[in-house]
């Protein structure tokens, strides 16, 4: 992988040396471009020593023959040839120039013409960072899909405490590498998914509903996107907040779910319904909230529509994936499952102990079309969620590839 190391003037620039270093040991080729600014902390040479490759100083430099200095349309090759960039430290100057769109040095013009990813690690006084100006521009700059790794809280060398120190350069360093390795392998598909619990009204304001929080759904979406899909995420009522770049379409009940999935259908190439979707509701609730005058209640409540068995039938050739939810037998049920509902793959997960519904973990079996169930142990959402993916796409192959 070969990275751009763009370098601001601030006090943190000669942590850009250890970045420098921990980006090469993971097995990076680095190219410096250091602003004016950032030369007055460190020399250029110690870059140049460090990656092997000139320093890229200034804009306009003459070829005088300097091995640190650059000729005038450098900055075109130089995001050209780079896949990454990656900008540490931040200043407030640079942000403000990238958030604007200002090319008036190297770096600044290297990034406009830049079309690859982007990450920024800024680091300033802590009134500068939390300036409602800086943070405006932090806002557009994310908007753009460029990924911040945070300043650390800590004693700065102006001498407050606070946000803007420089995070640590390993940190920095395995943000750029794990953006090196993302896989885009989902380009071209279109994914719809279901995630979150639903709501069955009871009354105008009671309802019922599950302990689902959609953050493995989320996590699906999210991982989706990254890998280069188009992702349409139809979600029940939850509290946390849509990954960047994908279109949400917010329902309530199981029943407007199964609306909008279906609406959506035929432009999806994989479904993943890892919603988890009240199996029962009050079909026509009363217009008034229910009062506390009888001694016992008895609610009558009707089936909801099974949206999973409804887009098993309707699939043709789409990769449809469901979850099972379960406290026992977790094996056999997805298998069941899988089978009832003409699923290509069912996600199993045990739910009531402590991974399942609420956790930022989890630990699921995934019972395949092709007859393996396969264990994936304990791990973030998010991980679960890549090798979900991952299986996805194997499986694909086994099954279509045939045809
Ligand atoms: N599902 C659905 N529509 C429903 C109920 C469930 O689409 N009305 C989907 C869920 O999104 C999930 C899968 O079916 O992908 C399995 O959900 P689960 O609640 O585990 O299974 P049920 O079919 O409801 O079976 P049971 O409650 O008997 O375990």
């Given at each position: 992988m070969n990275v751009l190391l763009g370098v601001g003037g601030g006090i943190a620039a000669y942590k850009a040396a250890e970045l420098a270093r921990a980006l090469m040991e993971g097995g990076a080729r680095v190219q410096v471009v250091m602003t004016a600014g950032a030369q007055e902390f460190v020399q250029p040479l110690t870059f140049a020593a460090l990656t092997g490759r000139k320093v890229i100083t200034d804009l306009f430099s003459s070829a005088s023959g300097d091995a640190t200095l650059s000729s005038a349309i450098?900055?075109?090759?130089?995001?050209?040839?780079?896949?990454?960039?990656?900008?540490?430290?931040?200043?407030?100057?640079?942000?403000?120039?990238?958030?604007?769109?200002?090319?008036?040095?190297?770096?600044?013009?290297?990034?406009?013409?830049?079309?690859?990813?982007?990450?920024?690690?800024?680091?300033?006084?802590?009134?500068?960072?939390?300036?409602?100006?800086?943070?405006?521009?932090?806002?557009r700059l994310r908007a753009r899909g460029h990924r911040v790794v945070e300043p650390d809280e800590g004693h700065l060398a102006c001498g407050m405490t606070g946000p803007g120190r420089l995070a640590s350069p390993d940190v920095i360093a395995s943000a750029v590498l794990a953006e090196g390795n993302r896989r885009y392998d989902l380009e071209g598909e279109t994914i719809l998914v279901t995630a979150g619990p639903t709501h069955e009204p009871l009354d105008p304001v009671r309802f019922l509903t599950n302990r689902s929080s959609g953050k493995m759904g989320y996590a699906i979406a999210e991982a989706a996107r990254e890998r280069g899909a188009r992702v349409i995420l139809v979600s029940g009522p939850v509290h946390i907040p849509a990954p960047r770049d994908v279109t949400l379409v917010p329902v309530r009940t199981a029943n407007e779910m199964r609306t909008a999935v279906l609406d959506r259908l035929a432009e999806a190439t994989i479904i993943v319904k890892s919603?988890?979707?009240?199996?029962?509701?009050?079909?026509?609730?009363?217009?008034?909230?229910?009062?506390?005058?009888?001694?016992?209640?008895?609610?009558?409540?009707?089936?909801?529509?099974?949206?999973?068995?409804?887009?098993?039938?309707?699939?043709?050739?789409?990769?449809?994936?469901?979850?099972?939810?379960?406290?026992?037998?977790?094996?056999?049920?997805?298998?069941?499952?899988?089978?009832?509902?003409?699923?290509?793959?069912?996600?199993?997960?045990?739910?009531?102990?402590?991974?399942?519904?609420?956790?930022?973990?989890?630990?699921?079996?995934?019972?395949?079309?092709?007859?393996?169930?396969?264990?994936?142990?304990?791990?973030?959402?998010?991980?679960?969620?890549?090798?979900?993916?991952?299986?996805?796409?194997?499986?694909?192959?086994?099954?279509?590839?045939?045809?």
């Open positions: 450098e900055h075109i090759g130089a995001a050209q040839q780079n896949d990454v960039l990656v900008v540490a430290p931040a200043t407030a100057d640079l942000l403000a120039k990238f958030a604007n769109g200002l090319a008036d040095d190297f770096l600044t013009t290297t990034y406009l013409a830049f079309t690859g990813p982007v990450i920024l690690a800024p680091a300033m006084n802590t009134n500068m960072w939390l300036h409602q100006a800086t943070q405006e521009n932090m806002k919603a988890a979707v009240a199996d029962f509701y009050v079909s026509s609730p009363p217009n008034q909230k229910i009062k506390k005058t009888a001694a016992r209640l008895s609610l009558e409540l009707d089936p909801t529509p099974d949206i999973l068995s409804e887009l098993g039938r309707k699939k043709e050739d789409r990769l449809l994936i469901g979850f099972a939810a379960e406290t026992e037998n977790l094996d056999r049920e997805a298998r069941r499952k899988l089978e009832a509902k003409n699923c290509d793959m069912i996600v199993g997960n045990l739910v009531g102990g402590d991974t399942g519904f609420d956790s930022d973990e989890n630990e699921v079996v995934l019972a395949l079309r092709t007859g393996e169930t396969l264990i994936v142990a304990r791990a973030s959402k998010r991980v679960i969620a890549d090798r979900i993916f991952d299986e996805a796409l194997r499986l694909r192959l086994a099954l279509y590839a045939r045809q």
